[in-house]
């Protein structure tokens, strides 16, 4: 993956997190002036976009450490750890992203992050255990584990409303797939609060 946009992100969230500590400064702290200056209804709702912006944060370490993997090298059990906390880290922030747009009532772009394809596969792969539900609702997948091997996320899934179906992908490439999209939202996020 190119550490380029992972850069541009950070950066990103980086000059939106500082942007709001330098007001914070300049008011000394007083909550009812951050309120006023993210243009949102109370404290809560402050805090909620604080805290996604802390989430979006982490999880970008998550993925800055995949990219560093070496898939021939790993063990099977550390590969399926980075690759469910991966897919994971990138629904999180698909839903940190959601809640901040939510709360500053941004509303371009939302249909695209909520069908990010990468999500779909954290869904298909990674959000439930085999075999859960009971009778013909039970539901399951099969991940191939030599695929992992390869930096990719390949098996059968029933974990959708349809038939069970095969997915196929590059985990690098739905990423980077992610990021293009979180880039342009967490510009628009700065251009509201900052400008």
């Known amino acids: 993956m190119e550490y380029g946009i992972l850069s541009r992100i950070d950066s990103i969230i980086y000059d939106i997190r500082r942007g709001i500590s330098e007001v914070a400064e300049s008011f000394e702290s007083d909550m009812k002036n951050l309120v006023t200056f993210l243009n949102v209804d109370d404290e809560n709702v402050y805090s909620s976009v604080i805290d996604s912006l802390y989430l979006l944060e982490d999880t970008q370490l998550a993925k800055h450490s995949f990219c560093e993997i070496d898939f021939i090298k790993e063990s099977y059990?550390?590969?399926?750890l980075m690759f469910y906390g991966v897919l994971n880290s990138c629904y999180m922030q698909q839903q940190a992203i959601l809640v901040i747009?939510?709360?500053?009532?941004?509303?371009?772009?939302?249909?695209?992050?909520?069908?990010?394809e990468v999500v779909a596969y954290r869904n298909d792969f990674a959000a439930h255990s085999s075999n859960r539900g009971r009778g013909k609702s039970e539901h399951s997948f099969?991940?191939?584990?030599?695929?992992?091997?390869?930096?990719?996320?390949?098996?059968?899934t029933d974990n959708l409303e349809t038939d069970c179906i095969f997915r196929d992908a590059d985990i690098i490439s739905l990423i980077s797939e992610w990021?293009?999209?979180?880039?342009?939202?967490?510009?628009?996020?700065?251009?509201r609060l900052l400008s």
């Open 77 to 80: 059990g550390k590969l399926y």
């Open 101 to 116: 747009c939510q709360k500053l009532m941004i509303e371009q772009n939302i249909s695209e992050i909520k069908n990010i």
């Open 142 to 156: 099969i991940l191939n584990r030599l695929a992992l091997r390869e930096g990719k996320v390949k098996g059968y």
């Open 179 to 191: 990021d293009l999209v979180l880039e342009r939202q967490l510009e628009l996020i700065a251009i």
